[in-house]
């Protein structure tokens, strides 16, 4: 984790805490009782399950402070729904959550974006610039190029990209190699 930053979005990352299970088995507890100070310390005890669910989808981008962010938004949500008599442990409960609030402010970004590029073309009659589509979208071009890097599907090297009933043209035909 050392491309991190120590504070990220207020929080000094190395220094926060580690919840014993004993000590998140009590606390969980009490904020099952409505205890809100029970459940801010539930939430720092877990923010290091954040940065680790954030460490896949950062890679060298800079919007970690964002990623972070809505990766809290799903930790708070996991800690709301959580039921602790179905027998799984929180963080297996809470790591597809936050995965899953973070796809979706990357998939709804990458569509307004897409969204924001189609009425552009049209209306202007030529492919808007990644500035043009910044600008009227609100977007940051940095979030943009991010978000629709983040939905794009991963392709074989092995996948055909032609292939005229003889001989097939594969990706990796097409790289090339000094």
Do not use: W
Request: glycine share 6%; charged share 30%; with cysteine.
């Amino acid at each position: 984790m050392a491309s991190y930053k120590v504070e990220i979005c207020g929080v000094n990352t190395a220094k926060l805490p580690i919840l014993k299970e004993e000590e998140k088995d009590a606390l969980f507890a009490r904020i099952k009782q409505g205890d809100t100070a029970a459940r801010e310390t539930y939430i720092k005890g877990n923010l290091r399950l954040v940065l680790s669910v954030i460490k896949r989808f950062s890679g060298n981008h800079e919007n970690v402070d964002d990623l972070f962010q809505i990766g809290c938004i799903g930790l708070i949500k996991s800690i709301d729904n959580f039921d602790p008599t179905i027998g799984v442990k929180f963080s297996t409960y809470a790591v597809p959550m936050i995965i899953g609030e973070i796809r979706r402010y990357l998939r709804d970004t990458a569509y307004k974006a897409i969204h924001t590029k189609e009425i552009l073309s049209k209306t202007e009659n030529k492919e808007p610039t990644l500035d043009e589509i910044a600008a009227e979208s609100g977007i940051s071009k940095e979030d943009i190029v991010f978000a629709l890097d983040a939905i794009q599907s991963p392709l074989s090297l092995y996948d055909p990209v032609y292939t005229d009933g003889g001989d097939t043209l594969y990706v990796m035909d097409q790289i090339s190699d000094k």
